[in-house]
């Protein structure tokens, strides 16, 4: 039963990919986990289905609109309370703040939003620059690879 879904996901995402117009689909390994698929665009890995992987995606892009790793990644919180009235790490940003942020697929800065704090010094925010993919909307962010922006 297991082999039948995870050969029905394999599948799905290569119907995904042929309808989303992805550049390349293969296997790869997720976390030193053999994958059995992965899509992958212009280097940066969008999904992936790897036995006995449960993690929402770090990046979120356009594709992944109403798709269940789409859901995934906007699903993810904290009961840790944050914001302006926490302290430590969930305390440095608060929910719409105009942030400077380093995104993982090329290590530069670029203009974000805060959206929510997501526990573990990671905070999901919006990117409002022009990113090196054009589809990507989003990311998960550690407190250390953020900072305000300052106003001269």
Known sequence: MARAC???WALALVALA????????RTAFVNGRQASACLVRRGLLIAAAAEGQDDPPRNYFQEMRATPAGNKFWARRTEEAWGEKASGDAGCFDKDDLV????????E???AQVMKY????DWIVLWHDDMPDENLKASVVSTKDMKHISLR
Request: aromatic residues 24%; contains cysteine; negative net charge.
């Open 6 to 8: 995870r050969s029905a």
């Open 18 to 25: 042929w309808l989303r117009n992805f550049e390349s689909y």
């Open 100 to 107: 400077e942020a380093v995104y993982s697929g090329d290590g």
């Open 109 to 111: 800065w670029y203009c």
């Open 118 to 121: 997501v526990g573990n010094s």
